[in-house]
């Protein structure tokens, strides 16, 4: 596949379409209710692989104040490298922001990169700031039966929380009505906790092995538990040569890159200021009959 580098502006928007499988291969936008991620456990994680993708958004005219909004997570994967869905940031073409881990560390934005629009995963680079371990990509996929757990940014929680899926089958295409993703597995939650908005990107891991991002979940704006509750993971295995190759082939930082990432720093908070971490409104599906839906912080 074609490799495309892809700076954008507004990171993700709420996607919301319906979903019903009309076979276990083949997933088609057609119900009633809408999709989000985000793990809806109270209980914060402190897991510094882990970060919270922030996009800066400008404001109509140039002189307006910007605003900084959280919009989905990141996966770190090493040498300024961080792993997030490509739905995060394909709406935007120029964006500026940063990632934000728990212990108030930041690093500014310095480059994007995606695989396809039918892929939905993206590579960020990133410039100083951040201290974090990282993960190692699968070399074989999640099969039908195994747990894995999902740790992402909620929209509601100032913290990131961790619900645990477990893998009911495999999608090889999920048509959104604006967008089809490819080879995902199908996932419901063990538990209460499960996803809401903010977890789009989230890695989906078994100690330090990541298998897939997040994709979609059971609509769910008030981040509130569902056990059995839907989801959609983006398998990694699959897409792992492109994503050790594009970190290959873009090590280092260029000094634009150093520029652009101490724009998208410029706008992390201070001590004593915050950035909103609300997103805007899910868009409402279509209206055909249906048993689950999707959604993207």
């Known amino acids: 596949m074609n490799t495309t580098r892809t700076a954008t502006r507004h990171c993700a928007v709420w996607w919301a379409v319906g979903l019903m499988l009309s076979t276990p291969a083949i997933a088609h936008a057609a119900d009633d209710s809408e999709a989000s991620l985000q793990a809806s456990s109270p209980v914060p994680v402190n897991d510094n692989r882990i970060a919270a993708l922030w996009s800066v958004i400008p404001g109509p005219a140039s002189d307006d104040t910007p605003q900084i909004r959280r919009d989905c997570t990141a996966s770190f994967l090493g040498d300024h490298f961080w792993l997030t869905a490509h739905h995060c ?3 935007a073409p120029m964006m500026d922001g940063f990632l934000q881990q728990p212990d108030g560390e930041h690093a500014g934005i ?32 999640l099969q039908v039966g195994e747990h894995a757990l999902l740790t992402g940014y909620g929209q509601t929680h100032d913290f990131a929380s961790t619900a645990t899926t477990v893998i009911t089958d495999t999608v090889a295409s999920l048509d959104f009505g604006n967008v089809t993703y490819t080879d995902l597995f199908k996932g419901k939650a063990v538990t209460e906790s499960r996803s809401c908005s903010g ?99």
């Open 89 to 91: 940031i394909s709406h």
């Open 110 to 141: 310095a480059a994007i990169y995606t695989m396809s629009d039918s892929d939905d995963v993206a590579l960020i680079k990133t410039g100083d700031g951040i201290n974090a371990d990282s993960f190692s990509l699968a070399d074989h996929p």
């Open 199 to 297: 977890d789009s990107g989230a890695p989906i891991f078994k100690d330090n092995t990541l298998y897939a991002v997040h994709t979609a979940g059971g609509y769910n704006p008030a981040c509130s538990d569902g056990r059995d509750k839907p989801m959609w993971h983006t398998n990694i295995v699959s897409r792992a040569t492109w994503i050790t190759q594009t970190m290959a082939d873009n090590a280092g930082l260029s000094p634009q890159e150093q520029r652009k990432a101490a724009v998208g720093l410029s706008h992390a908070p201070t001590s004593t200021s915050a950035p909103d971490k609300d997103a805007p409104s899910p868009i409402k599906p279509s209206h055909d009959a249906g048993l689950s839906s999707w959604g993207s912080s």
